[in-house]
């Protein structure tokens, strides 16, 4: 099983509402990761967990938390989001290591109202 | 700071012609280079990596290679396709984990 999903597809929220994205992996990877992405740009990353513990954080809002419960699950809680976080939020894994490619999941479409 | 830099926004060629990418990397040396294929709202799918040491791959109608020397990976498709239209992204690593990913080419093969 080469896939990652993720849920939901589509999500719409207020600025005061919480909210959660899910990824799940089944590939035995032990890094995974959670990007941003606006409309005609490349992938922004915002964490990666490894071994499921965070190790990289690129200066995001503490509006957004990810959490890694167990190898094959991350997560990413939402909470007093603005309307510029509107974006396509992917979740990726991959082997650790330079060599290794990554595998997304097919994204969660996020709009904030 | 490290950059990758995809110098076509966009890119239009005829259905059976060769479609060639440019990556341009500064400011650091990478180990690997990767590319992957983005269909619009989806996420990227992984197509080919290569090394620093070796100077192309091939998989199908694909091609890569990589030039040290002008700091510089070109993706070549051959013989294109209209399902070959789509955004191309290519990325590689700073580090272990932090993977840069380049600003994407569109390309659009013309039936």
């Known amino acids: 099983d080469t896939e990652v999903t993720q849920t939901p597809k589509h999500l719409v929220m207020g600025m005061t509402n919480k909210k959660s994205l899910k990824c799940e992996q089944h590939?035995?990877?032990?890094?995974m990761y959670w990007y941003k992405q606006k409309a005609k740009k490349p992938p922004e990353l915002m964490f990666v967990?490894?071994?499921?513990?965070?190790?990289i954080n690129e200066s995001v809002p503490s509006r957004f938390s990810p959490e890694c419960p167990n190898s094959s699950l991350l997560n990413l809680h939402l909470h007093a989001l603005q309307p510029e976080d509107s974006a396509l939020y992917l979740c990726?894994?991959?082997?650790?290591?330079?060599?290794?490619?990554?595998?997304f999941g097919p994204g969660t479409r996020l709009t904030v109202t | 700071s490290q950059k990758i830099e995809q110098n076509s926004e966009a890119l239009n060629i005829q259905e059976g012609k060769t479609a060639t990418l440019t990556c341009n990397y500064t400011?650091?040396?990478?180990?690997?280079l990767q590319w992957y294929r983005q269909d619009p709202g989806r996420g990227p799918v992984f197509l080919l990596l290569i090394r620093e040491n070796e100077k192309e791959k091939r998989k199908e109608r694909l091609k890569v290679t990589f030039d040290t020397t002008l700091k510089q990976s070109l993706f070549h498709i051959t013989a294109s396709q209209p399902a070959d239209s789509a955004t191309y992204l290519c990325a590689s690593t700073s580090g272990t984990y932090k993977y840069i990913f380049g600003t994407g080419t569109r390309l659009k093969v013309l039936a």
């Open positions: 590939m035995g990877h032990r890094a």
């Open positions: 990726a894994s991959s082997q650790p290591g330079q060599r290794t490619e990554q595998y």
């Open positions: 400011n650091y040396s990478p180990a690997y």
């Open positions: 967990y490894s071994y499921e513990k965070l190790s």
